[in-house]
T-cell receptor, first 119, second 114 residues
Framework: AQKVTQAQTEISVVEKEDVTLDCVYE???????LFWYKQPPSGELVFLIR??????QNEISGRYSWNFQKSTSSFNFTITASQVVDSAVYFC????????????????FGQGTILTVHP | ETGVTQTPRHLVMGMTNKKSLKCEQH?????MYWYKQSAKKPLELMFV???????ENNSVPSRFSPECPNSSHLFLHLHTLQPEDSALYLC?????????????FGPGTRLTVT
């Protein structure tokens, strides 16, 4: 069965600090997809990134960067020079791709990390 | 703006009431989902519809009844709910029902069962 663990329940930083959100996953599948979502106070989850299991290249998008390491089953998310608007709950999620598997197509979320950025 | 709308945004209902949640997506997607988000619990997938066909029922109690009349609309009919059903109910859609498609979420309906 697939599982996603976000060990950090809450993180509090001061504006302009860098912050890394950890995500560790478990799957028996060799083909899978990893996602990060942001949930601001308004409630809706906002899609940030998708990564497939065959692409271990790190990605940078503005102040956001993602570090995917299959060897440690981790997909960590770093925000550089954090801003107050980054305050939200961040979810890591996993979807297995093997057709016929019981978890095919299902998106399993971690518990989420509450990030608070203080001015 | 994600293109997924949900109504109502807030709902308070008694345990004997019947109500419905509505979701509409304007993204031309083919798959739609219902999730439940309770305090201090991970998001729980409830139902999946792919091309209007239900492909997943994640052991949801029968007091929750989904309906998908077309690929753009999804309903969740509620009846005889329990207080523990109080939660944020999120609707999502994706281009397809497979694993590689990211899902786009609506703002949710905050449900309180009294």
């Amino acid at each position: 069965a697939q599982k996603v663990t976000q060990a950090q329940t809450e993180i509090s930083v001061v504006e302009k600090e860098d912050v890394t959100l950890d995500c560790v996953y478990e799957t028996r599948d060799t083909t899978y997809y990893l996602f990060w979502y942001k949930q601001p106070p308004s409630g809706e989850l906002v899609f940030l990134i998708r990564r497939n299991s065959f692409d271990e290249q790190n990605e940078i998008s503005g102040r956001y960067s993602w570090n995917f390491q299959k060897s440690t089953s981790s997909f960590n998310f770093t925000i550089t020079a954090s801003q107050v608007v980054d305050s939200a709950v961040y979810f890591c999620a996993l979807s297995e791709a093997s057709a016929g598997g019981t978890s095919y197509g299902k998106l399993t979320f971690g518990q989420g990390t509450i990030l608070t950025v203080h001015p | 703006e994600t293109g997924v709308t949900q109504t109502p945004r807030h709902l308070v209902m008694g345990m004997t009431n019947k109500k419905s949640l509505k979701c509409e997506q304007h993204l031309g997607h083919n798959a739609m989902y219902w999730y439940k988000q309770s305090a201090k619990k991970p998001l729980e997938l409830m139902f999946v519809y792919n091309f209007k066909e239900q492909t997943e029922n994640n052991s949801v109690p029968s007091r929750f009844s989904p309906e998908c009349p077309n690929s753009s609309h999804l309903f969740l009919h509620l009846h005889t709910l329990q207080p523990e059903d109080s939660a944020l109910y999120l609707c999502a859609s994706s281009q397809g029902g497979g694993s590689r498609y990211e899902q786009y979420f609506g703002p949710g309906t905050r449900l309180t069962v009294t």
